[in-house]
Every structure is written in structure tokens, then in C-alpha cells.
């Protein structure tokens, strides 16, 4: 028998669907069939209404509604949901929904043999399989990553002042649901001062960051830079080194700097707090600027800096007419790197700032430790909301910049 014979595949690339395809999604239909049904009180008969709407989808879906997909996918869905809404209302409406939408996919992902691509028509069984679980394990290790996220964002819409989810919120009440936490963010004046701090001092510290993480981006690009690894290495060391480490030395170089600008240059107590402050977050940002502009300047053309000073422009001038332009993607995604790392960091500024410099983590930190308040997990929502936006902005630029390269975006 030959390997193709083996495969559970037909001529045309389509599943065996009784032999392959129905039992698979049926067993796949059992498993969530038993998970919501566990949380109805019944896990046996979801465990069998799984199996017997797995089957009917994988049956369809190989047969009469081969060619709507569509059609197919959002029948199940609704019957699905409708069940859910028979057995545990606008909440097992919702759970319904999802399993209808997860065994719709994947009963047509088998029935039509796309588990097939991304590989090679003559990949053998054990490689097709290994494909799809690599697939799968990236999955999972994504989830993994995302679900802490995925709690807390709905636990900040919780009516009550509990950090659990409340009997209205799984029942989907909108009685259980509120914007209490966000209101007491506006309102609340501690909240505000650490909201107003990080506002000054990120934008600060990413300003400084980026001037001088480009500048020495660009220095050490340069092939006649005696020992340009080791100064590489050293200016890149607040990524390594364990982050007290740097904040405890911190503490003690930027306290003498601090007194001595109190005593020789009359500066208050709370402007050399905020100086002291943004330097040291200016130096955890210039390696990310640094890491961005080197990946840059790779794909940068040294002979349109040669041809601008042949046709007389000066290092300034080259600088921002023809270097600057093209390397710019590379720039803002350092500043928002270095952006985000001051906004998000808590360490350094317990050991070099003061109450008067209290960020918007910190103040995370003492509802934490001092007074357990959910108005956290609004703030919490909000940095993952900012967060994603300038996260989206860099994949924005990193694209650009790519493109600019002659580069195909991936």
C-alpha cells in the first residue's frame, strides 16, 4: 500500500469524513459538550449533546452544505446558541454561541482538507500531523500568554468590589456589570497625581532616550568605532542586568546628583525628584532606541550620505535631509519602546523617586499591597488598551520600514 493510500484523504483533497473526519470532531464536540455541561449541573448529557451535534455538523458540512460554508457555520452557531439559551440563559447563550463557532470551523477545516495547508502535497501523514500540532502548541502558548489579560478586562466592568467574578457577571446581567471602578479613576485625586506624573515624566524621559540612543546607534554603526562591541555591550546592559541591581545603583549615584543640585543649584526638593526620575527611566529606554535604530541602519545605504556631502551638505544637514527620513521607523519605535517601559515601571522609581513622584504603577502597587481597590483593574485595562495602540503603531512602522528597505513585510 502506497503512502497516499494511507493518507485520510481522497483524490480530490478532501477528508474521509466517516472514517476521519465526523469521529474527531464528534469527540472534539464531547469534550466541550461535557465542559458546559459541567457548568449547567448536566456534564453527561453535554457530553452527549456534543457528540450528536459534532456529528450532525461534520455529516452536513461533508454533504448537503459542502459548498456553504457560511451557510454551514452560522446554522450551527445558531443552533448552538439556541440550546445554550434553553439550558442556562443569555450566559449559556453566549457559551453556545462560542462552541457552535469552534466546531463549525473545525469541522469544515477537516472536511475540506484545509489541515492540508501550509504543507507540501507529498508531506506524509506524521508530517501533516506535526504541522497542525506545532500550530496547535503555538496556540496554546499564546493563550497562555493572553488569558491573564482576558480576566482582568472584564473583572473592571464588576459592579461590586470584589476582584472574583459575580454570580450577575457569569449570568451576563447587565445589573452586574458597571462603571464604578473607571469613575473613581477620574475622580480620585491620588489616582489622578500618579496619571498626571507618568504623563510628565515618560514623554520626558523618551525624548531623552531617543536623542541619545540614535546618536549612539548611529556612532556605533560606524565601522572605524574602536571597541564597538564592548561599548555596545555596556550601553545596552539595562536590558540584562536584573532590574533592582540597576535600580539599587541608581539610588545611590542619582542621591549624591540630587543633593548636589539641591545644595549648589538651589533646585527644590520635588524638581530634582522629577530630574532624578527621568534620567533614570531615560536610561532603561536607550537600549530599546538603540536595538531599533542598529536593525535601521542595516539596510541603510552609505552612499546617499557620500553623495550628499559630495554635492556640499554638511553632517547636520545630511543627518536630517537623507538619514533621518529613512531611518525614522526605527526611531519611533524605540521612542514608544521607551515610552512604554517608563509609563509600565515600578522598581526604579520606588528606589529613586518620592511621593511626589508617584506613577501610575506605583500607585498600582500600594492598592495592591496597602488597600485592596478594584478601581486597579480598570487602570489595568486602560495600560493594556494604551498599550496595544502603541504596540499596533510599531508594527505599523516596522512595516513601513520594511517596505522602504525594499523589503516584503512579514
Known sequence: MTAATTEPVTSRGESNLLGFSLPLVALLGAFLGFIAGNAAGWPLIGAIA??????????????????????????????????????????GLVGGAIVGAILGWVAYWLVRGDYRKGVPPYATAGQVLWHNAFLFICGLIFFFLIAPIMVVIPLSFNAEAFFTFTPEMLALDPEGYSLRHYRDFFSNSD???????????????????????????????????????????????PMIVPLIISATGMFFFYSAMGNWLEDNLGFSRELTGYIKVILAHAALGIPFVIITVTATLVGFDRSLTRASANLGAGPVKTFFSVQMP????????GGLFAFITSFDEVVVVLFVGAAAQKTLPWQMFIGLREQISPTILAVATILVTFSIILLTTVELLRRRSERLRGMSPG
Open 50 to 91: 456534543g457528540v450528536v451535534v459534532g456529528a450532525g455538523v461534520t455529516y452536513l458540512a461533508g454533504t448537503s452544505l459542502r459548498e456553504k460554508r457560511a451557510t454551514g457555520r452560522w446554522a450551527v452557531i445558531g443552533v448552538c446558541a439556541l440550546l445554550g439559551l434553553l439550558v442556562g440563559g443569555l450566559g
Open 326 to 333: 529613512l531611518i525614522l521607523p526605527g526611531v519611533i519605535s
Open 191 to 237: 489616582w489622578q497625581l500618579a496619571m498626571r506624573n507618568s504623563l510628565i515624566i515618560a514623554p520626558f524621559a523618551t525624548i531623552i532616550a531617543v536623542s541619545l540612543g540614535t546618536l549612539a546607534a548611529i556612532g556605533l554603526s560606524q565601522s572605524h568605532v574602536p571597541g564597538r562591541q564592548a561599548i555596545m555591550a555596556i550601553l545596552i546592559s
